[in-house]
């Protein structure tokens, strides 16, 4: 991908004459897009050569993501060129997994059910990696919370202590009153011990309070952690207190005592003489505003701390974060869009930094390194090209000899990707702003097109030019409708330098939304876009902006789908579970001191002005953005009726949809009110109506199904002036006849054959094996066409997947499925009864489908005349007919007799 863009018009001036179209030859489901499989949790182990990693897989059935643990060898153990993988986990619920420091060990953490205690949570399990069954290591009551390796032997974890008498009491009496923010229930989270051959397990502190972050030290004698005094987060008056703890004397000193300084991510230097760990800092330290990213060292021999200085202005640790390595330090800096990756050579007297040659790590979210000091593993993508995931040797700021370490997604390659592109524009106060731009496939620089607007979350998020697709983000379901997709990095995002991420402070809206109108003004201008076409949606803050721009220009947008976002800044202050921190920083002070400015900046006073459709998603327990806020939306909107308005509530989700089922209903309702009010390509009258029927109910196929071919009256089509059955394909392998011969196709082929008044559409019947033939043959050598019989075995795979759910058999005549007793003697009675009087017009009876309702309509595969197929030993008849059906459980199929047997055709392309 292209990144450094001048302006949005000379960008299409220069790629009017070099866009191909794309072909869709692979339409984009929404499956595609919710079953991406990602890889998290690398572990590298100390001989460099084995690393440990963690597949997250979308499971529909399980309504979640199940993830696993894999180990790759670098060095294939059976000879082979390539790097090897294994699956080392099967039950979906194992994460975290660490190599023992001499590398004969796995432990894992896994929600699984253990033997003995009564626990509950995640416990920790050991592997060995040569083979076996995983072995629970802990059986903790209230679960591990974290967890390293100290030495080869015993496992540092942190834990919450036993229930209280007291919590016990409640739990006895079924006392579920929760008190908020009760201190005095505050339990303790401390550090333990546990020997992974034993499962002995020791206290290592006995703190008041929680510890959360902690690592220990390489060989085991020191620990860094970090240490919560409250449950109250709402406000940042109660810091996290950082602790180094020897654990040769029991010494516990506290560092890092600065106010609001409270680093956390510590990662210890190879030799165990100091470590590094990251901190926000923002001007606001009193309200944890939003900020940039330091990173500090604390010497342990001085006992001492300082800011490693990255020489990289205003911007800070990128989202790709640091790395320990030998020399020094790997660092992801922001760039906005990308990365700057840099190595900083540990000096005696700081730190040398310099400039890393390769491209890829530009847009390398993920980078880690191994205890070895040299082995990495990384993830390259852009907004166009899918991650790949990378082992190799990094020295001296180098990377050499990297390999593919696993291959994820691998049906993408089969899916047309739309192009993407960083642009840039000139955006509020004269600044430049960035983007992700995705094209529509088979974009036609000649036209404009219609653009979704897809804003992020934060709002000191950041649209990467890397992968992103999911259920708040979805350009390829958007590309192949013909829709630009267009993500801005408005002022207030993030990875742009602590200026730009604070511009908004005071002054929400002001700045943002001109941002995003100038880069849509822009691209208007370039003559790619249709501003008559526009629709916005976002989750988060990205539902926020979506709000006040539906309100600042409401003729601009033509459909809008928020999901999770503010309208009342002052509910949102007791509401949000961070919403003092939050509201504090970016609306001057709290609602009583800065009322005038809480109720100017809240768009639920302002709803009266919004005309566009709105489609409102949230979760119940939401506290992040409260529930409450997507009832006072909706009932503004829905109130003043200016505006088509539809709200869905999602049961148990919190701020961000867990359930794979919820975010397929919000993709779906998402596109079909994008489809609605951008498109037009439906109504809400034509949705409400689609209700009644399931999509593969008969009615609906045939409503929706290409209607059958007919001339003059009659079944088929006209081939060099004669009567032939028309035909469908089926997944381009199998042409086939849609009904079976009629009685008037027939006769064009055989003038005396018999055809009482009234009865042309019925099928041909009574026709012996030779004479199937030769009406295929002469079909053929009528139309210059290769026609003939089916195979049996094509019959046989027509009638499994598009046999019609009520065919013209004895069952049909029945009312029931008979038994096999049943059956003998219905068979007699039907056998009475005049063969005109049990056979019908073909097409009468409902038609099979695909076994997803889709596909074209085929009907009478397995009823009113069996067909003639080729076999290994001739042509014999198959399938169901109105006098004969097969018992599922007996061998062979009874033989129809003649006459109910006719036939199909199938024509070789």
């Known amino acids: 991908m292209r990144t450094h863009v001048v302006s949005l018009l000379a960008l299409f001036l220069m790629a009017s004459g070099a866009v191909q179209a794309q072909s869709p030859d692979a339409p984009w489901s929404i499956d595609d897009v919710l079953t991406q499989r990602s890889l998290s949790d690398v572990n590298i182990g100390p001989d460099g050569d084995r690393v440990l990693w963690v597949k997250e897989t979308p499971d529909p059935e399980a309504d979640a993501t199940q993830s696993d643990v894999y180990l790759t060898y670098r060095n294939d153990p059976h000879g082979g060129d390539t790097t090897a993988t294994v699956q080392l986990t099967r039950t979906g619920d194992n994460r975290a997994p660490r190599w023992s420091p001499d590398g004969e060990h796995i432990a894992f953490s896994s929600s699984r059910e253990t033997e003995g205690e009564e626990s509950s949570g995640s416990q920790l399990w050991r592997l060995d990696p040569r083979g076996g069954a995983p072995k629970a290591i802990t059986s903790v009551e209230h679960g591990v919370r974290g967890a390293r390796w100290l030495d080869d032997d015993r496992l540092l974890f942190t834990a919450r202590e036993p229930s209280t008498r007291y919590e016990e009491h409640l739990e006895a009496t079924e006392d579920d009153a929760d008190v908020i923010e009760d201190t005095t229930l505050f339990r303790p989270v401390r550090l333990f011990t546990v020997h992974v051959e034993t499962g002995e397990v020791t206290r290592v502190t006995n703190n008041d309070h929680q510890i959360g972050a902690f690592a220990p030290s390489p060989g085991g004698s020191r620990v860094v952690y970090s240490l919560s005094d409250s449950p109250i987060t709402a406000d940042a008056r109660n810091q996290p207190h950082q602790f180094l703890l020897n654990l040769n004397t029991g010494a516990t000193t506290e560092i890092f005592d600065e106010q609001y300084v409270d680093p956390s991510n510590f990662q210890w230097t190879a030799d165990g003489a100091g470590f590094y760990a990251t901190d926000s800092y923002s001007s606001d330290p009193e309200h944890e505003g939003a900020g940039i990213t330091k990173l500090y060292h604390y010497d342990l021999a001085a006992r001492d701390y300082q800011e490693v200085p990255l020489e990289w202005g205003d911007k800070g640790v990128g989202y790709g974060g640091y790395t320990v390595v030998d020399g020094g330090l790997h660092v992801q800096l922001a760039d906005g869009p990308t990365f700057e990756p840099r190595f900083y050579r540990k000096t005696s007297d700081g730190w040398a930094p310099a400039e890393v040659a390769d491209e890829r790590l530009e847009h390398t979210s993920a980078f880690t390194a191994g205890l070895d000091g040299e082995t990495v593993v990384f993830s390259h993508s852009t907004a166009d090209t899918p991650p790949s995931y990378r082992v190799g040797t990094y020295r001296d700021g180098a990377l050499q000899h990297d390999e593919t370490l696993t291959t994820l997604n691998e049906n993408l390659d089969d899916l047309p990707i739309p192009r993407a592109e960083v642009v840039r524009w000139t955006g509020a106060n004269g600044e430049t702003v960035n983007g992700i731009l995705h094209y529509p496939l088979d974009y036609d620089p000649d036209r404009a ?393 073909v097409g009468s009876r409902p038609a099979g489908h695909g076994p997803n309702g889709g596909g074209p309509l085929i009907y009478d595969v397995d009823g009113n005349v069996a067909e003639w197929a080729r076999t290994a030993d001739g042509i014999e008849a198959q399938n169901a007919s109105a006098l004969t059906l097969k018992d599922p459980k007996a061998e062979p199929a009874p033989t129809p007799p003649r006459r109910v047997t006719g036939l199909r055709v199938v024509l070789d392309r």
């Open 449 to 841: 097109y219609p653009m979704m607007t897809v804003l992020h979350g934060g709002p000191s998020g950041v649209d990467l030019d890397a992968w992103s697709l999911g259920w708040t983000v979805y350009a390829p379901l958007l590309a192949q409708r013909g829709a630009f997709v267009f993500r801005p990095n408005y002022h207030g995002s993030g990875h742009h330098g602590l200026d730009f991420v604070e511009s908004i402070k005071g002054k929400y809206y002001e700045l943002e939304v001109p941002d995003i109108v100038s880069g849509i003004d822009s691209l208007a201008a370039a003559g790619v876009v249709d501003k008559d076409s526009l629709g916005v949606m976002g989750w988060s803050n990205g539902a926020i902006l979506t709000t006040q721009l539906t309100i600042e220009h409401p003729e601009l947008f033509q459909v809008a789908a928020p999901g999770a976002g503010d309208v009342n800044w002052t509910s949102d202050y007791g509401n949000c579970a961070f919403g003092v921190r939050f509201d504090r920083s970016y609306f001057k002070g709290a609602p009583w001191a800065y009322t005038e400015h809480y109720i100017e900046k809240s768009p639920l006073f302002e709803m009266p002005a919004v005309q566009t459709p709105t489609l409102i998603h949230h979760g119940t327990e939401d506290r992040a953005v409260p529930y409450e806020q997507g009832w006072e939306y909706y009932r503004a909107l829905q109130q003043i009726g200016n505006a088509p308005v539809r709200f869905l509530s999602y049961p148990g989700e919190p701020h961000g949809l867990r359930q794979l089922s919820h975010q397929r209903r919000k993709v779906v309702e998402d596109l079909k009110w994008i489809d609605t009010y951008l498109f037009g390509e439906t109504s809400m009258q034509e949705r409400v109506s689609e209700r009644l029927l399931a999509d593969d109910a008969p009615l609906s196929l045939l409503e929706t199904a290409e209607a059958p071919a007919r001339t003059d009256g009659h079944r088929g089509v006209r081939a060099n002036g004669t009567l032939v059955p028309g035909t469908v394909t089926l997944g381009d392998t199998l042409t086939v006849g849609r009904f079976e011969v009629t009685r008037a196709q027939f006769r064009a082929y055989d003038a005396d054959f018999e055809v009482p008044s009234g009865t042309t559409e019925y099928p041909a019947h009574g026709l012996a094996a030779d004479r199937a033939q030769a009406y295929v043959d002469w079909l053929s050598e009528q139309t210059g066409r290769d026609y003939r019989l089916p195979t049996a075995a094509e019959l046989a795979a027509l009638k499994a997947a598009r046999a019609g759910p009520s065919e013209n058999t004895p069952a049909y005549w029945a009312g029931f499925t008979p038994t096999p007793d049943e059956y003998r003697r219905l068979r007699a009675r039907l056998a009475q009864h005049p063969t005109e009087a049990l056979l019908m017009p």
